[in-house]
């Protein structure tokens, strides 16, 4: 098809729901599907593509090929898989590189892909792979600024577009039935595991070497090799948790990052690598809307434990510390505090007051040998099991089982203290009233009213 082609690709085919392709050719097939789908379901595309400021509405012109020719600097050996094409006021459009089941993207193929965009007008780089990143404008594999440019280079994993997905059928949006119809049977092309396994479900082969010289305390440089491929896994499944939370709560939970990490996939690779050589530990804070604050997750390979945590820091106005901490417990159910912690934590350098939370009672605050205040209290809950954790598996399954558990037991039971809106006062109104009969009722005399 050479007919009503954007000025960017010679030659190009309009994307297809049911392609005439081989059953081998898995890649061209979820390339057309998911194409085809977006051109029929607009607002999939839009909730996928927001965040980096491309909106997609009722008057929006969308179109989406596949097996694209680039007009200029196509040598042949590299053609993308797709192409989308967006136009409002301004136009905007991607070039669309795939891949399903383990296969990874190509660091020379997306270089070439990037170079493509730049000399034909493509605003982008669009790349989807069954690898997690914690943002859509973080890509999997690291490239340099120079060959990145000014392009953006985008990146969804599998799973990403099916919980999308998922969400737009579940949030009783504008859908039409036709466009529910078509979500749903994509929802379910996905789920048949046409792109391959879309979850995260294993630590690399370096796991256990890393359990076990961590345990024997042999020290562990920044640069090792073990910690590359257990930093990238660790950086998927943070990103698998984030799904994780958000389609169990319906509502867009997010992984923290620093600005320049997220800029950067290579600093944030660099900090859990610099904290696991350093400490055997690594950390990540997810953001909930509506939480009373960031959950917490840590894995201390050094214990073999994984923790999770929430702290409070807007506390009731009670006279006393024990007054405060027993508020916050206060607002869990009696059934779920078994097996959590307290940390009471002080506004000044005190030691924190670390206790099971049925442990917590007003003598352990009157044998404090200080009388500071509370400045925040952590709920928190540890969990350790060596040969868990050490699996390659299991460590996934415990992770994600207990981080829901952890939000469904605490997390979502806590609130901050609110003070109530002052009411005005019956008997100050009554005074207000009187005194203003009293004034009214004194008599003025003319010479006064003349002054």
């Known amino acids: 098809m050479t007919n009503n082609l954007p000025n ?15 059953e081998s050719n898995k890649e061209m097939r979820a390339t057309s599907t998911f194409l085809s789908v977006i051109r029929a379901v607009p607002e999939l595309l839009d909730t996928l593509v927001a965040s980096v400021g491309v909106r997609i509405n009722d008057r929006t012109t969308l179109q989406a090929f596949t097996e694209v020719t680039p007009a200029r600097g196509s040598d042949g050996k590299y053609r993308p ?22 296969s990874e993207l190509d660091k020379d193929q997306i270089e070439n892909y990037l170079k493509m965009a730049r000399q034909n007008g493509v605003d982008a780089v669009l790349t989807i792979s069954n690898e997690f990143t914690a943002r859509i404008e973080q890509s999997p594999i690291e490239l340099s600024r120079k060959a990145i440019g000014k392009i953006n280079l985008l990146h969804l994993s599998w799973r990403e577009i099916l919980s999308k997905a998922d969400a737009l059928l579940t949030s009783g949006g504008v859908l039409d039935r036709e466009k529910r119809f078509l979500l749903e049977e994509f929802v379910r092309f996905l789920r048949d595991q046409a792109v391959g396994n879309t979850a995260f479900a294993m630590m690399p082969d370096g796991w256990n070497d890393l ?3 961590v345990l024997a305390r042999t020290k562990i440089k920044v640069q090792d090799p073990i910690l590359d491929n257990v930093a990238a896994a660790l950086q998927q499944q943070y990103s698998e948790m984030a799904i994780i939370l958000t389609e169990h709560l319906g509502v867009q939970c997010k992984l923290k990052l620093q600005r320049v990490e997220e800029r950067e996939r290579s600093k944030w690779t660099e900090r859990i690598r610099k904290n696991i050589a350093k400490n055997g530990i690594s950390r990540a804070s997810f953001f909930i809307p509506g939480a009373v604050a960031d959950l917490e997750v840590q894995i201390d390979i050094a ?3 994984i923790s999770f945590s929430v702290e409070i820091d807007k506390l009731a106005p009670r006279k006393t510390p024990y007054g405060k901490a027993a508020w916050v417990l206060s607002q869990l159910p009696e059934s779920k505090r078994g097996d959590l912690l ?46 868990k954790f050490k699996s390659r598996k299991k460590f996934i399954v415990q992770i994600e089982r207990e981080l829901i558990e952890f939000y469904d037991n605490a997390v979502q039971h806590l609130k901050p203290f609110i003070a109530r809106v002052p009411v ?19 008599i003025v005399p003319d010479f006064l009213k003349r002054i």
């Not at 967006?86 to 891949?99: A, G, H, R």
């Open 8 to 22: 960017s690709i010679s030659r190009g085919q309009v994307s297809r729901l049911f392609p005439s392709l081989s």
């Open 81 to 102: 898989d797709g192409l989308i094409y967006v136009k409002n006021k301004n136009t905007w459009s991607c070039f669309v590189e795939t891949k399903v089941g383990k």
């Open 211 to 213: 359990n076990e010289r």
């Open 303 to 305: 214990r073999s434990a």
């Open 424 to 442: 005005p006062q019956k008997n100050k109104e009554r005074l207000y009233s009187a005194n203003e009969t009293a004034i009214e009722s004194v």
């Open 342 to 387: 307290v940390s009471v934590r002080w506004n000044t350098r005190a030691k924190n007051l670390d206790v099971r939370a049925p442990e917590l009672l007003p003598k352990l605050f009157k044998e404090l040998d200080h009388s500071s205040d509370v400045k925040s209290v952590l709920i928190k809950k540890v969990i350790s099991d060596q040969v």
